[in-house]
């Protein structure tokens, strides 16, 4: 009897293209910049490198490195060796490869290294386009983190120490743009399963982050549809973007939005502003920090705040926002980041977390930060309470420039009028529309079945 085996167990093949629902994931966590071993087809970062510029003798400083190194062993030895070294230096490198713990490289590299965290995946994975499930386990192996913390899981939805007895309310504050491109990436360019995403991650959040007997809100918050304020700062500002100018796309962002306006919503946005300076005007209206230069002793000012915040985004410049109370950001399905969490990850206060920002610089917005500052030179310097000594000390006036420059464009504007009043902010009003909903959009009948899981949960 002859068996045809998919090529996928092949004992010749190296390349297994990352599985993009996994990648998508990880990239909400960690929001990467670089994939150095990729195909032009392949690449899941703007800035890649292909085996003709073979990254592993290119310069990864400041880089969030993603990294599924082809998986011969004589090659695995090296990417391991180059993640591990980008890591020492206090930059992240996270790595897919086969969880073969027998390895030199395992032993040598990853196991038992203060900087190393491993993430075993439970069951096999099914690589690029194949039917069937690879023929190893895998693992993810993250180099750079503090210590070996991680922020796991919580199945159990909300963290328990964040439910609050004498909440009046519960905002969810949903960056869309965010939203609406993870759902669109995980789709296959079809529009009507990016709607389904849409909504099944938004119906997941609710559902997380509800208080039984406190009334739960959304709020969307949408960018600028003008110039960004902040190009009129640095005209480069997130100039090394790429619009998708994909038909598909552009016809699928234009439905999401016809949706979001039939379910008695709307996207909320301010001329020149980004989704992360709404959000953070709305969270510095609705909750409380504390500005004093000392701890204030039995001060109760902060009673008077009776709501909870949650936002729903995976940009990392939102962590600014946890320097208020009561304010918790949902990243992947169960995933919780309160101020605790941020701060046993980061080693820093998050209040100073758009210092740290504008220390090391942020590739993926194209601003430069401070030469000669990484990851841990910005901790050192901002737990020591001498940035600005050790600015000075390590470019003069120009450094001190560019600081200045960078923090401008990380801090975000707290200060603005959002326009809320008359906003409806509640479940989606779907009840009695069934039939036109399902009559006027692609699929309409499967997205529907979503909205209304999603109603289910208010």
């Given at each position: 009897m002859s068996t045809n085996l998919d090529p996928l167990f092949s004992s010749g093949k190296d390349?297994?293209?990352?599985?993009?629902?996994?990648?998508?994931?990880?990239?909400?966590?960690?929001?990467?910049?670089?994939?150095?071993?990729?195909?032009?087809?392949?690449?899941?970062?703007?800035?890649?490198?292909?085996?003709?510029?073979?990254?592993?003798?290119?310069?990864?400083?400041?880089?969030?490195?993603?990294?599924?190194?082809?998986?011969?062993?004589?090659?695995?030895?090296?990417?391991?060796?180059?993640?591990?070294?980008?890591?020492?230096?206090?930059?992240?490198?996270?790595?897919?490869?086969?969880?073969?713990?027998?390895?030199?490289?395992?032993h040598d590299y990853i196991l038992n290294h203060e900087n190393v965290e491993i993430r075993y995946i439970r069951g096999r994975l099914k690589f690029g386009d194949s039917l069937n499930s690879a023929p190893f386990p895998s693992m993810i192996v993250i180099f750079g983190r503090k210590g070996k913390v991680r922020m796991k899981r919580n199945n159990n939805f909300r963290p328990p120490e964040s439910l609050v007895e004498g909440t009046e309310e519960t905002l969810v504050l949903v960056d869309y743009s965010n939203l609406l491109y993870r759902a669109w990436f995980v789709s296959s360019k079809r529009a009507w399963v990016a709607y389904c995403k849409f909504f099944d991650?938004?119906?997941?959040?609710?559902?997380?982050?509800?208080?039984?007997?406190?009334?739960?809100?959304?709020?969307?918050?949408?960018?600028?549809?003008?110039?960004?304020?902040?190009?009129?700062?640095?005209?480069?500002?997130?100039?090394?973007?790429?619009?998708?100018?994909?038909?598909?796309?552009?016809?699928?962002?234009?439905?999401?939005?016809?949706?979001?306006?039939?379910?008695?919503?709307?996207?909320?946005?301010?001329?020149?502003?980004?989704?992360?300076?709404?959000i953070a005007s709305i969270v510095n209206k609705k909750c409380h920090r504390c500005l004093c230069t000392t701890p204030c002793e039995n001060c109760d000012c902060h009673l008077k705040y009776k709501t909870d915040v949650v936002i729903f985004s995976g940009d990392r410049d939102l962590q600014q926002c946890l320097a208020w109370d009561r304010v918790l950001i949902y990243r992947a399905p169960g995933l919780f980041v309160d101020r605790n969490a941020f701060e046993l990850e980061f080693g820093i206060p998050a209040a100073k977390y758009s210092v740290y920002k504008a220390l090391i610089g942020d590739k993926s917005d194209n601003i430069k930060g401070v030469e000669g500052f990484g990851p841990v030179h910005a901790r050192k310097a901002i737990n020591a309470g001498c940035v600005s000594e050790d600015i000075w000390e390590t470019g003069g006036k120009e450094a001190a420039e560019d600081f200045k420059l960078a923090l401008s464009l990380v801090n975000l504007n707290t200060k603005l009028e959002v326009p809320l009043d008359g906003l409806y902010l509640g479940p989606p009003l779907i009840k009695g529309k069934e039939d036109e909903f399902a009559k006027k959009f692609d699929k309409g009948r499967k997205v529907l079945l979503e909205v209304q899981r999603l109603a289910e949960e208010f």
């Open positions: 390349d297994w293209e990352t599985p993009q629902d996994l990648f998508y994931e990880l990239n909400e966590e960690f929001h990467f910049t670089l994939d150095p071993c990729c195909t032009p087809e392949t690449a899941k970062c703007e800035k890649y490198y292909t085996e003709k510029e073979n990254g592993l003798i290119q310069d990864w400083d400041g880089e969030r490195v993603f990294c599924n190194p082809p998986y011969s062993s004589g090659m695995q030895d090296q990417w391991v060796r180059k993640c591990y070294e980008h890591g020492t230096k206090g930059y992240l490198a996270v790595m897919l490869i086969p969880a073969r713990t027998d390895t030199k490289r395992f991650m938004l119906r997941l959040c609710v559902k997380r982050s509800k208080q039984k007997g406190v009334p739960l809100k959304v709020i969307f918050a949408g960018e600028s549809k003008t110039k960004l304020k902040r190009c009129d700062i640095f005209e480069g500002y997130k100039g090394n973007r790429k619009p998708i100018n994909d038909d598909k796309f552009q016809k699928f962002r234009s439905g999401l939005e016809d949706i979001i306006r039939f379910l008695g919503w709307e996207v909320v946005s301010v001329e020149g502003a980004e989704a992360d300076d709404v």
